[in-house]
């Protein structure tokens, strides 16, 4: 596609509901995040793909989060039981290459999570 | 440490000069990027810096960076009300890792 594309924009959802974040990358990317951005807050790093596999797990908050990528395209990001501290703004950005030869990283316009 | 540490705020008066600084971590980062978020968007990239350079520019952006204190600026001249946004500065181990952020606040 022309850009990265995250669908829905906006999810509002009730406390242990489970709900799925989709992020559709630039076509040939390998390399996708990502990333929560909270309300005055930077951006929090979540995962990382190259290709299908997840070199880094690391900033998953918990294991109620998890993230999957097929054919090195589409990729979701699953919350479980979600709480209300999981409000915020999922981004996703994808880039033509991973690791220290990512140049520029194309974001999506981010899926507002709101929990209540 | 991971984090790369930006000031929070930043108000100006359209026309005068800008500088937003960021302390980053890992010195041997081979690139260093400014990336800005207009309200209700996603980042986009703004500049960038090869790390064996001192001083980029670009138009009204200048990026200043000092590798001994880890130090990364980005300075954009005769500011204009659209230059409103939040700056993020960021530097690449094997992943992005973004600073926290810089809202950039314009007055008329």
Known sequence: GAG?????????TEKGKDVELRCDPISGHTALYW??????????FLIYFQGNSAPDKSGLPSDRFSAERTGGSVST???????????????CASSLEGGRNTGELFFGEGSRLTVL | GEDVEQSLFLSVREGDSSVINCTYTDSSSTYLYWYKQEPG???????????????K???????????????????????????????????????????????LKVLA
């Open chain 1, 4 to 12: 990265v594309s995250q669908s829905p924009s906006n999810k509002v």
């Open chain 1, 35 to 44: 990333y929560r951005q909270s309300l005055g807050q930077g951006l929090e």
């Open chain 1, 77 to 91: 990001l699953t919350i479980q039981r979600t709480q209300q501290e999981d409000s915020a703004v999922y981004l």
């Open chain 2, 41 to 55: 968007a996603g980042l986009q990239l703004l500049t960038y810096i090869f790390s064996n350079m001192d001083m």
């Open chain 2, 57 to 103: 520019q670009d138009q009204r952006l200048t990026v200043l960076l000092n590798k001994k204190d880890k130090h990364l600026s980005l300075r954009i001249a005769d500011t204009q009300t659209g230059d409103s946004a939040i700056y993020f500065c960021a530097e690449i181990t094997y992943k992005y890792i973004f600073g926290t952020g810089t809202r």
